[in-house]
């Protein structure tokens, strides 16, 4: 088989890339003493703010960022600025709930979500059940990313990749650097990967506004080519505001309780960092990473009114009017997808050896601990390669219900933060009855009157919970007290 020019720079431009994330993993981001715990290879062993702020950064923004949400704006227009209101609501609730969890985790040892909140309500099964669902949601995600890189390694080798082995590639890699330096590595990776994807992001932007006559020009050319797109559409469209609505709630409140940027809140060196994160991070959201996404999706009209595959349009784009910018855009593909796949494997890894194992094996010790998580990463590693093998329509449902099964933990944790009156059953019960009408209202009865799924699995969630906890006995003062007294004085904790 004879190799085109392009396709060898691009496996010329893949090895070099695998070769900075290995440098990067093994290398500035492993530390021995930090990995020879368990906690320490689930939380890293205190994250500096930088790192902190790029890993978050990294595994909020997979590859739907390069695909999915380019070909939403290209499809709906710019009603898609709709994601800068919820990223300022995952960073609001990052503000709130971050110091809090920082200042609780260092004082008890936390390691997983369903840690601190079963902690507060002294139960094992809530642990249980909690560690459940979000492995649930977890894995398909992870799943997808790897199917993400697989498709782009695919097309920008033009098929001398393979599906399956860029499956195994993206699996492989990751799978090295998780192994030995868990999250620290992983971080530190996640550092590098976003700084790249982001930059890869802009680059794309000024690209796109080049070959469309210019920063004036384009704006023009979009206006006489496709007005429409710039124009808020009426109800009867796709970004009516039942939609913006349960959009906002649930990508904000999801995006936050996601179990792998919840840990995040653990990791940090001190809940300053974090407060001084949520401070400025809402801002980089939305014109460092949504702006130049935004503008390629809107000004592809331009040159493509008529795009067949929008959700591929940027790797479209530039194969047409910048190929070699297109394997940059692949790069950068790979990076934002296996940051959130590294990520993610870490978070799932904890929640099987700590919320499951840890149930069961009650005398762990540290060592046990990070050896059993390490165990993990291969095993959970292999589920996921193994699921991305198979075209399930089980797997895509999951993956839809992903952030706004998340948002349902959110009423437990007003229990433990806000609202004392919320006992252990009602939070148990609220939370099950939320995932249930999630699923029934986003795979049955597919968002009835026009609300997200996830909106009356919350709704059902709040009212189950306040009525089963009018019938049932809180928790005690005393134990409530004694819970929250390390958040009295969180500057003593660092």
């Given at each position: 088989?004879?190799?085109?020019?392009?396709?060898?720079?691009?496996?010329?431009?893949?090895?070099?890339?695998?070769?900075?994330?290995?440098?990067?993993?093994?290398?500035?981001?492993?530390?021995?003493?930090?990995?020879?715990?368990?906690?320490?290879?689930?939380?890293?062993?205190?994250?500096?703010?930088?790192?902190?702020?790029?890993?978050?950064?990294?595994?909020?923004?997979?590859?739907?960022?390069?695909?999915?949400?380019?070909?939403?704006?290209?499809?709906?227009?710019?009603?898609?600025?709709?994601?800068?209101?919820?990223?300022?609501?995952?960073?609001?609730?990052?503000?709130?709930?971050?110091?809090?969890?920082?200042?609780?985790?260092?004082?008890?040892?936390?390691?997983?979500?369903?840690?601190?909140?079963?902690?507060?309500?002294?139960?094992?099964?809530?642990?249980?059940?909690?560690?459940?669902?979000?492995?649930?949601?977890?894995?398909?995600?992870?799943?997808?990313?790897?199917?993400?890189?697989?498709?782009?390694?695919?097309?920008?080798?033009?098929?001398?990749?393979?599906?399956?082995?860029?499956?195994?590639?993206?699996?492989?890699?990751?799978?090295?650097?998780?192994?030995?330096?868990?999250?620290?590595?992983?971080?530190?990776?996640?550092?590098?990967?976003?700084?790249?994807?982001?930059i890869i992001l802009w680059g794309s932007m000024f690209i796109v506004a080049s070959q469309n006559g210019g920063w004036e020009s384009t704006w023009q050319r979009l206006m006489d080519t496709a007005p429409g797109v710039l124009y808020y559409k009426d109800t009867t469209?796709?970004?009516?505001?039942?939609?913006?609505?349960?959009?906002?709630?649930?990508?904000?409140?999801?995006?936050?309780?996601?179990?792998?940027?919840?840990?995040?809140?653990?990791?940090?060196?001190?809940?300053?960092?974090?407060?001084?994160?949520?401070?400025?991070?809402?801002?980089?959201?939305?014109?460092?990473?949504?702006?130049?996404?935004?503008?390629?999706?809107?000004?592809?009209?331009?040159?493509?009114?008529?795009?067949?595959?929008?959700?591929?349009?940027?790797?479209?784009?530039?194969?047409?009017?910048?190929?070699?910018?297109?394997?940059?855009?692949?790069?950068?593909?790979?990076?934002?997808?296996?940051?959130?796949?590294?990520?993610?494997?870490?978070?799932?890894?904890?929640?099987?050896?700590?919320?499951?194992?840890?149930?069961?094996?009650?005398?762990?010790?540290?060592?046990?601990?990070?050896?059993?998580?390490?165990?993990?990463?291969?095993?959970?590693?292999?589920?996921?390669?193994?699921?991305?093998?198979?075209?399930?329509?089980?797997?895509?449902?999951?993956?839809?219900?992903?952030?706004?099964?998340?948002?349902?933990i959110l009423v437990p944790v007003l229990g433990i933060f806000v609202f004392k009156g919320i006992t252990k059953e009602g939070a148990i019960a609220g939370y099950v009855i939320g995932l249930i009408i999630t699923f029934i209202g986003t795979v049955i009865l597919n968002?009835?009157?026009?609300?997200?799924?996830?909106?009356?699995?919350?709704?059902?969630?709040?009212?189950?919970?306040?009525?089963?906890?009018?019938?049932?006995?809180?928790?005690?003062?005393?134990?409530?007290?004694?819970?929250?007294?390390?958040?009295?004085?969180?500057?003593?904790?660092?």
């Open positions: 088989m004879t190799l085109s020019p392009m396709v060898i720079s691009a496996l010329i431009a893949i090895a070099c890339y695998t070769v900075f994330c290995l440098v990067i993993g093994l290398g500035i981001g492993y530390k021995k003493d930090v990995v020879s715990s368990g906690s320490g290879y689930f939380l890293g062993g205190g994250t500096q703010k930088f790192v902190l702020f790029f890993t978050t950064v990294a595994t909020w923004f997979s590859t739907g960022i390069y695909q999915g949400v380019i070909g939403s704006v290209y499809k709906n227009g710019i009603g898609w600025i709709g994601i800068s209101t919820w990223q300022l609501l995952v960073v609001s609730l990052m503000g709130i709930f971050g110091p809090r969890f920082f200042t609780l985790g260092k004082v008890r040892g936390y390691v997983t979500p369903a840690d601190l909140v079963a902690d507060y309500y002294k139960s094992r099964v809530f642990k249980l059940i909690m560690g459940v669902g979000m492995l649930a949601f977890c894995i398909p995600s992870m799943m997808a990313q790897i199917k993400g890189v697989s498709w782009a390694l695919n097309g920008i080798t033009d098929g001398f990749i393979s599906f399956q082995s860029g499956i195994f590639y993206a699996a492989t890699i990751v799978g090295i650097y998780v192994f030995f330096g868990g999250f620290r590595s992983q971080a530190w990776v996640d550092t590098a990967q976003g700084l790249l994807f982001i469209e796709y970004w009516n505001w039942r939609m913006y609505l349960s959009f906002f709630i649930l990508q904000g409140c999801g995006g936050f309780f996601a179990p792998y940027v919840w840990q995040r809140s653990y990791a940090a060196k001190s809940s300053r960092d974090l407060k001084k994160i949520a401070g400025y991070m809402g801002l980089f959201f939305c014109f460092g990473v949504t702006l130049p996404v935004v503008f390629c999706g809107l000004n592809f009209h331009v040159l493509l009114p008529e795009m067949a595959n929008p959700e591929n349009g940027l790797v479209i784009f530039m194969s047409q009017f910048a190929p070699g910018w297109g394997i940059a855009v692949t790069i950068g593909i790979l990076a934002a997808g296996m940051s959130t796949i590294s990520s993610i494997l870490v978070t799932i890894s904890s929640i099987v050896v700590v919320d499951f194992l840890g149930l069961a094996k009650k005398n762990m010790t540290s060592i046990e601990q990070r050896n059993y998580g390490r165990y993990g990463v291969l095993a959970l590693l292999a589920v996921g390669v193994g699921l991305s093998f198979i075209n399930l329509h089980t797997i895509e449902i999951l993956i839809n219900l992903t952030l706004a099964g998340f948002t349902q968002n009835p009157l026009g609300f997200m799924g996830g909106m009356w699995g919350l709704g059902a969630n709040v009212v189950v919970c306040g009525l089963v906890s009018l019938v049932t006995k809180p928790v005690s003062e005393e134990d409530r007290r004694k819970y929250l007294e390390p958040l009295m004085h969180p500057d003593k904790i660092e």
